[in-house]
C-alpha cells in the first residue's frame, strides 16, 4: 500500500532564511505525482508545487523548490528567503493515475520575525 | 475563474441528526474528492466522484455517501451523526487527476 511518511511533525525558520521539509513515500508504482500543499490558518489547501515522477528535473516555483529523489523515495521542499506569510502547515501527497490521494501527517512551519 | 466552494462553511449538528454538504467545483472540472480533516487522524480520503459516478472510495462507514450531479455539483451525506464526525470537511476539485485545488472547507461540530 502505498504510505507518505512526514517525520517532522514542526519547523521554525528565521525570517529570510531557508527551510527544507521532509517527505518520504513508498510505492510499486513507476508513474505518479507528489505535491506539496500548504494550509493557512484560513484552512483552505493551496498547491504550492507538483512534481511528475517521470521527470528527473525538479520542480520549481518562485521561491519554493524540491529535491525529488526517485530511487530513495524522498521529496523534500525548499522555501527560500522564508516569508511570515508562509506559516502554515505544510502537506507532502501523493497520487498515482486515477486512484486517491495519500496525505503525509503534515509539517507546522513558524516563521520567526 | 471561481474557485471550488462549499457550503456551509459552518454547521452544528446534534448526535443522531444527518447533514448534507455541498461542494461545487471549479468550472470545467469533473472531478470532486471528499476529505475529512481532524487533528487525530489528518486528512483521511471519503470518496471521488467523476462525471457523476463514484470512481474511489475510501474506509468509512455507509454513514458517509455522496453524489454527483450533471452540472459537476457535488453533494455529501453523513446520517445518525456521531461526536466522532466533527471534523473539517474539504471538497477538491480537477480536471484530470494530477493537480486539485480544494475548497475552504466545512466545519462541521456535532454535540
Known amino acids: 500500500a502505498q504510505t507518505v511518511t512526514q517525520s517532522q511533525p514542526e519547523m521554525s525558520v528565521q525570517e529570510a532564511e531557508t527551510v527544507t521539509l521532509s517527505c518520504t513515500y513508498d510505492?510499486?508504482?513507476?508513474?505518479?505525482?507528489l505535491f506539496w500543499y500548504k494550509q493557512p490558518p484560513s484552512r483552505q489547501m493551496i498547491l504550492v508545487i507538483r512534481?511528475?515522477?517521470?521527470?528527473?528535473q525538479n520542480a520549481t516555483e518562485n521561491r519554493f523548490s524540491v529535491n525529488f529523489q526517485k530511487a530513495a523515495k524522498s521529496f523534500s521542499l525548499k522555501i527560500s528567503d522564508s516569508q511570515l506569510g508562509d506559516a502554515a502547515m505544510y502537506f507532502c501527497?501523493?497520487?498515482?493515475?486515477?486512484?486517491?490521494?495519500?496525505f503525509g501527517t503534515g509539517t507546522r512551519l513558524k516563521v520567526l520575525a | 475563474k471561481a474557485g471550488v466552494t462549499q457550503t456551509p462553511r459552518y454547521l452544528i449538528k446534534t448526535r443522531g441528526q444527518q447533514v448534507t454538504l455541498s461542494c461545487s467545483p471549479i468550472?470545467?472540472?469533473?472531478?470532486v474528492s471528499w476529505y475529512q480533516q481532524t487533528p487525530g487522524q489528518g486528512l483521511q480520503f471519503l470518496f471521488e466522484?467523476?462525471?457523476?459516478?463514484?470512481?474511489n472510495k475510501g474506509n468509512f462507514p455507509g454513514r458517509f455517501s455522496g453524489r454527483q450531479f450533471s452540472n459537476s455539483r457535488s453533494e455529501m451525506n453523513v446520517s445518525t451523526l456521531e461526536l466522532g464526525d466533527s471534523a473539517l470537511y474539504l471538497c477538491?476539485?480537477?480536471?484530470?487527476?494530477?493537480?486539485?485545488?480544494f475548497g475552504q472547507g466545512t466545519r462541521l461540530t456535532v454535540v
Open positions: 510505492t510499486s508504482e513507476s508513474d505518479y505525482y
Open positions: 477538491a476539485s480537477s480536471v484530470d487527476s494530477a493537480k486539485a485545488f
Open positions: 501527497a501523493y497520487k498515482a493515475g486515477t486512484y486517491k490521494y495519500i
Open positions: 466522484y467523476f462525471s457523476e459516478t463514484q470512481r
Open positions: 468550472s470545467g472540472h469533473r472531478s
Open positions: 512534481q511528475e515522477a517521470y521527470k528527473q
